[in-house]
């Protein structure tokens, strides 16, 4: 056996060196200058240009996009340490904004990911790699590079201009505001993605030490570029080989737009694969695409060309002519504007854009009336972006700067369930506001407003009305026009009563406080209307006015006290629901409707419940009743704030929605 014992040995060895061979990622490097020819994978909005610019949005459509190199690469862990390999990867970018400068889509991911499947993932906040159900899904196996122009508090955002690191989730695991470390001082310089202006990122992944680091520098002009700053922006240790595994995975980007459409491009990209380090091949800027630019030269300098041409009579006749449509156009589309408004300035539209947006306010764009006004569908001539205004009069100027700063406040909400509000537009004798447009949706975005603002907003008017359904069915909760807003553990002011009949709580037209409370008790009476049983608070008599009114708490609480309570179910469901369901929701409604405002749940318990996070109590069968709750027409309701209508529309094509 002795002499057999060499070989033996030599066969293992070769086996361990084979093994270590077989374990070692292999290596990859690519370069695009401009994309030309470069076969990326492509999908949603996402195009190549004639000379080379990869476009992932536009500002004529609303969708997410992805560009994907070709081939998966192999980031296969080394079984001598259980790294995986290094990379190192550089873009060049450019975010250019609508009219509306500052305000666009979320930015652009550079995404590493084992699938290019994104048809469920989700736009707005959510880059087209993730949606509500996988969020921070370890199964996700996805590490992105976020550069994000919107503000998101319900992502834990920490501004609304900042470079993140994402790991199976748009909640970055750290993210810093974007800008760089400049060599000769050291001191932070910041950059503004949504500028317009080329900027390029390098990212750098030590495979052995585990080490990530984010670099963001200007590109000063397409041809002139910048040294790439020895300090990165960001630099953490985080054990990549723990979220990739062995899985084949593919390198790119992702982007979508959301709340308005804004045009997002990439110039060139390069990658390296190493076993060691690895060092992005550099861009050769002089070979870059530009990026295009708007054409703003006006109408008024061809006109005024041609007027030039013509004889004398022409010309004396065309400047009349001209001055008459000018003064015409000016009263047409005038506005009332003060000194005091400058600072409110990014928050205003011009009259005439809203008045083209709805087609001059025309009828067949009306989507719901009360006593304050008039809700229209619109859609903004420039960024195209779908939008809800609200028209109402207002000829008093008391108080007028405090309500534009409110409007202006409320704009800064953010939440997926919270229609969210653009900005404003003041006409003499009217006012106007822009916005984009389950009961567990609503009643997470009055719990936002209730409880996880910077302070608190009383809706007021919570109706089927006023909650929207985006395009992809999620409930928005809209219209802000009663709102008020006061701080945390302050009390409410005394206010005269408004609302909508058969929606407002009784200690309201007592106190004049409008609370929380109020809130929770008219989300009750919308979740018995919309959810459950598809009839309106209060309906009069079909004949006349003879009769009863129909009071739609009170039959419910009737027939639940004779054990009956699934007979109140819309009959349009024909049975098809879930009765253990339906049955708490009417029951959670009956606990928001209780007479004492002390009595009801807070808004994070209805959620709580909602979610079935907590048990839902039985209702108490004291005082429930419509008819106990119900005050008197005489004693200050607003009854010229009606319901129009009292179903829930749909607004996928109203907005695009957060």
Not at 450 to 465: F, G, L, M, P, T
Not at 534 to 545: C, L, N
Request: proline residues 5%; glycine residues 8%; aromatic residues 10%.
């Amino acid at each position: 056996m002795l002499p057999k014992l060499p070989s033996f040995r030599f066969s293992l060895l070769l086996l361990l060196i084979l093994k270590l061979v077989a374990s070692s990622p292999p290596e990859k490097e690519f370069t695009f200058n401009g994309f030309s020819g470069a076969n990326l994978t492509l999908d949603g909005i996402a195009t190549v240009s004639s000379d080379g610019l990869l476009i992932l949005t536009n500002t004529a459509e609303n969708k997410k996009s992805h560009a994907f190199y070709p081939s998966p690469l192999s980031f296969r862990r080394n079984l001598s340490d259980g790294s995986i390999a290094s990379f190192s990867t550089t873009f060049i970018f450019a975010i250019v904004p609508t009219e509306n400068a500052g305000i666009g889509g979320h930015g652009i991911a550079f995404a590493i990911t084992p699938s290019t499947d994104f048809s469920n993932a989700l736009s707005a906040q959510y880059f087209g790699l993730f949606n509500m159900s996988n969020n921070s899904d370890a199964a996700n196996h996805i590490v992105a590079v976020e550069l994000d122009t919107i503000l998101n508090l319900e992502l834990q955002d920490i501004n609304d201009n900042h470079v993140g690191i994402d790991v199976n989730g748009p909640v970055s695991y750290r993210a810093h505001s974007a800008g760089y470390y400049a060599d000769d001082t050291g001191e932070f310089r910041n950059l503004t993605l949504i500028s317009g202006n080329a900027m390029q990122v390098w990212v750098d992944y030590d495979g052995p030490d585990a080490k990530l680091n984010v670099t963001l520098s200007p590109v000063n002009a397409i041809g002139t570029p910048m040294t790439k700053p020895t300090k990165p922006l960001m630099s953490i240790t985080v054990n990549l080989s723990a979220v990739l595994l062995d899985l084949p995975v593919h390198v790119g980007f992702s982007a979508a737009t959301y709340p308005l459409m804004t045009s997002q491009y990439v110039l060139g990209w390069s990658f390296a694969m190493s076993v060691d380090q690895a060092h992005a091949p550099p861009l050769n800027y002089s070979k870059l695409p530009a990026i295009p630019r708007t054409n703003l030269k006006g109408h008024k300098s061809r006109a005024l060309g041609l007027g030039l041409a013509v004889a004398s009579l022409v010309f004396v006749l065309l400047v009349t002519f001209v001055a008459f449509a000018a003064a015409r156009w000016r009263s047409k589309y005038a506005e009332l504007r003060e000194d005091w408004e400058v600072e409110f300035g990014p928050h205003r539209f011009s009259y005439r854009d809203l008045f083209r947006a709805t087609n001059g306010f025309r009828e067949r764009e009306l989507l719901g009336a009360g006593g304050f006004g008039k809700v229209y569908r619109g859609t903004l001539p420039t960024s195209r972006a779908e939008v809800a205004v609200k028209r109402v009069s207002h000829e008093s100027r008391q108080g007028m700067r405090e309500f534009v700063a409110e409007i202006v406040s409320m704009g800064r909400l953010r939440h997926r369930n919270i229609v969210q509000l653009l900005g404003y537009c003041r006409r003499k004798g009217s006012f106007s506001w822009s916005t984009t447009s389950s009961p567990t949706g609503v009643a997470a975005g009055l719990l936002y407003l209730h409880e996880e603002w910077e302070q608190v907003v009383v809706h007021r008017d919570i109706k089927a009305s006023n909650v929207l359904l985006d395009g992809e069915m999620n409930a928005r909760l809209g219209d802000f026009g009663l709102a008020r807003l006061y701080d945390h553990g302050t009390d409410p002011q005394t206010t005269h009563v408004v609302g909508t009949t058969g929606y407002i709580a009784p200690e309201l037209a007592r106190t004049g406080k409008a609370t929380t409370a109020t809130d929770v008790f008219a989300f009750g009476v919308f979740i018995l209307e919309v959810v459950a049983c598809g009839r309106r608070p209060v309906e009069q008599p079909t004949v006349g006015w003879q009769g009863e009114q129909f009071l739609l708490v009170d039959w419910v609480t009737e027939n639940w006290r004779k054990g009956l309570i699934l007979d109140t179910v819309d009959a349009g469901l024909e049975g098809e629901y879930a009765r253990e369901e339906a049955e708490m929701v009417l029951k959670l409604g009956l606990m928001c409707l209780h007479p004492h405002a002390a009595a009801r749940p807070s808004i994070r318990l209805v959620v709580q419940y909602l979610e079935g996070r907590a048990p839902l109590l039985e209702p108490s069968p004291a005082y429930l009743g419509f008819t106990k709750l119900s005050l008197p027409h005489n004693v200050g309701f607003d009854d010229y704030v009606a319901s129009y209508p009292s179903s829930v529309p749909s607004a996928s094509t109203l907005s695009g929605g957060r």
